[in-house]
């Protein structure tokens, strides 16, 4: 039953990593302000 749990849990919380990263990446190369960008990386973290 535990392990059914965390894998749910990982399955879950794999995407949501994932976007945050690219979202992070996108977000930095993007934007012309940088501190502005790590500041909204370092909230959603």
Do not use: D, H, N, Q
């Not at 965390?6 to 012309?32: C, D």
């Amino acid at each position: 039953m535990k392990s059914v749990g965390y894998l749910t849990f990982a399955f879950l919380l794999f995407p949501v990593g994932l976007f945050l990263l690219i979202y992070g990446v996108v977000l930095l190369r993007a934007s012309k302000y940088r501190k502005t960008g790590i500041m909204l990386i370092i909230l959603f973290l």
